[in-house]
């Protein structure tokens, strides 16, 4: 058998057991035909587990990847060490899933998602109310980047598109054909809306905020480099594949 079989079959596994509860029913068939095509098992099952949420993808937003939740998993355990209230954006919130696993793990926030995409509005509504969050907690804004955020947050989240268009051999073949590119790729060898979050940051971070922005490895040094000119001290770090994925960016104190 071979690894994309062994890979089917393991697929075909989980849905029975997770979707249809054992039940082999024509319409689990008919699912298995769309893996069989290539179609990701998240998409067909309809969800995707993240730091024990459950996150809900009918608009077909950007799967959750295992490297974002690695790094958000460390940063809600840091924001949970603070005791005061905390006001957080999730930019470029796609499914919702950061704002949703921070609202969960962290009582005293808040969250407002930002999104480009209308068609996700309504997936990140079900998340909110899925994972049993008072909606009073969330503002839901329409947004280019920045172009609807007016409000200011102790924590912002970036996850934006930042793959650079000529480097599309480095996405598989079912994540280019089925999940948005919209959301993949960027302009500026990727850079283009790491740039513009950066430019619209100070008007929008709290005195001692943060931002956690995730990014390709490539973007290390220019991302120091504009950063750093607009007076933020930036930290990289590793997934868990010890390959460079996010860094913070902090307002220096003196300039």
């Not at 769309?34 to 996150?55: D, E, H, M, Q, S």
């Not at 956690?212 to 750093?228: D, F, I, N, S």
């Amino acid at each position: 058998m071979s690894a994309s079989e062994d890979n089917l079959t393991v697929e075909k596994v989980f849905l029975l057991r997770e979707k249809y509860h054992g039940i082999e029913t024509n319409e689990y068939i008919d699912d298995v035909k769309k893996l069989a095509r290539g179609v990701p098992l998240a998409y067909v099952i309809g969800w995707i587990p993240f730091l024990n949420t459950k996150i809900f993808l009918d608009s077909h937003p950007l799967i959750p990847r295992s490297e974002t939740e690695f790094w958000v998993e460390k940063a809600i355990t840091t924001l949970s060490k603070n005791a005061r209230a905390i006001r957080v954006l999730d930019l470029f919130a796609g499914s919702g899933c950061i704002g949703v696993a921070v609202l969960h793990h962290i009582p005293n926030s808040r969250v407002d998602f930002g999104e480009l995409e209308v068609r996700h509005m309504t997936t990140i509504q079900k998340n909110i109310a899925g994972n049993n969050i008072d909606p009073a907690r969330t503002q839901l804004f329409e947004t280019n980047v920045w172009s609807n955020i007016n409000d200011t947050y102790d924590v912002v989240f970036a996850n934006p598109p930042y793959l650079a268009k000529s480097r599309i051999d480095r996405v598989e073949v079912s994540v280019g054909t089925f999940e948005p590119s919209e959301a993949l790729f960027a302009d500026e060898d990727g850079f283009l809306l790491i740039r513009e979050t950066l430019e619209g940051l100070t008007l929008h971070l709290n005195p001692g905020g943060i931002l956690y922005l995730e990014h390709e490895p490539e973007h290390e040094q220019t991302l120091k480099m504009v950063a750093e000119e607009r007076g933020f001290e930036v930290n990289s770090y590793p997934d868990q594949f010890e390959i460079t994925r996010f860094s913070t960016l902090t307002l220096r104190t003196s300039r």
